[in-house]
């Protein structure tokens, strides 16, 4: 099934480990993401009023005054609020970008108190999130998403390791501390008569290893295809789009790809998504499955590979040590 040229994909058989389910949807994810990367994922379990918290409290959030938001700008370890025109996706593969991105977001992370041995030891991105003074409600059901979309990923990491190493506890300990990244993102409209290289969102591929969108009912999302034609992702109630990134490419070995895709609201008004980044700890080594191949990449260290990006793409990080 495809929704525009989307594949759609029933996880729901592989979330409850059975394993002759898990081996039919390992089989279903390596067809659609050794081709576009891209698909929409149903049944996966996430109960809709979770999602309907979210997005209200990005609305809720996005609503404020300028200045409560920049009271909890973001923060060395890339955590709180994202200003307009504060990234410029430099290190894309498929353009040119020298404009900045049109969008605000707030960004919230893995929460890692002051004791926390990552913090202790000083492991980059380490640290406690931000949250507007003037606003507290919003923690409860931001939290309650990022707890249900992080179990819902560790599951659906079982599946990829099946897929792309033939073993489902081949990345077992490498997510039992995960990255994640929540971003509550808003984008405004763009003018139809703005240039044709501003962008909400430049082309870009996502640093790790799964994304998992959620989006509102304003389409603006559009992936790259192996053809290099742009292929607009619908709008699709109850459905995440599901995509993978730069570091499971190069743990599947090149198999599965890391797509290109860009935002361009012109939808008629503001758009928000819901984006949840799941990723290995930052001191993990990818070595790459080579499935019976020679070895395509060399071995990288997810933290280092992310931080690089960081200082390029964005005005917070780029003076970091």
């Keep these: ?17 059975d394993p002759a389910g898990m081996a039919r949807v390992a089989a279903r994810l390596d067809e659609v993401y050794t081709t576009l990367g891209f698909g929409f994922i149903a049944n996966h379990g996430i109960d809709s009023g979770v999602v309907e918290g979210v997005f209200a409290a990005s609305r809720a959030f996005h609503a404020l005054p300028r200045a409560d938001k920049e009271a909890i700008a973001i923060d060395e370890a890339h955590r709180g609020f994202i200003q307009m025109a504060s990234s410029t996706i430099v290190t894309s593969s498929v353009d040119a970008v020298r404009r900045p991105n049109q969008s605000e977001s707030f960004m919230v992370m893995h929460e ?29 059901p931001i939290e309650a998403y990022v ?13 990829v390791a099946l897929a792309i190493a033939g073993d489902a506890a081949a990345l077992d300990a490498h997510f039992e501390e995960p990255v994640t990244f929540l971003r509550l993102l808003w984008y405004p409209e763009q003018p139809a008569d703005a240039p044709d290289d501003l962008y909400g969102a430049a082309p870009h591929t996502d640093y790790g290893f799964l994304t998992l969108l959620a989006q509102d009912d304003h389409p603006g999302l ?33 198999r599965w790809v890391s797509t290109p895709h860009r935002v361009v609201n012109r939808s008629g008004a503001e758009r928000f998504s819901v984006p949840f980044f799941y990723d290995p700890h930052m001191n993990t080594v990818v070595r790459p499955f080579g ?17 690089e990006r960081l200082k390029k793409n964005y005005v917070r990080h780029a003076d970091r040590a």
């Design 222 to 254: 559009a992936v790259r295809t192996p053809g290099g034609e742009w292929l607009d992702v619908p709008v699709a109630p109850g459905l995440f789009v599901m995509n993978s990134a730069d570091i499971l490419q190069r743990w599947s070995n090149g």
């Design 291 to 307: 499935r019976g191949g020679a070895e395509r990449y060399e071995p990288v260290v997810y933290g280092e590979y992310l931080i």
């Design 147 to 159: 707890e249900a979309m992080r179990d819902l990923c560790r599951r659906l990491s079982r599946v």
């Design 1 to 17: 099934m495809e929704l525009s040229g989307i594949p759609v994909i029933d996880v729901g058989p592989a979330l409850d480990g």
């Design 112 to 140: 890692q108190g002051p004791g926390h041995p990552d913090v202790l030891a000083g492991v980059p991105l380490s640290g406690p999130n931000q949250w507007p003074a003037a606003l507290p409600e919003i923690r409860g």
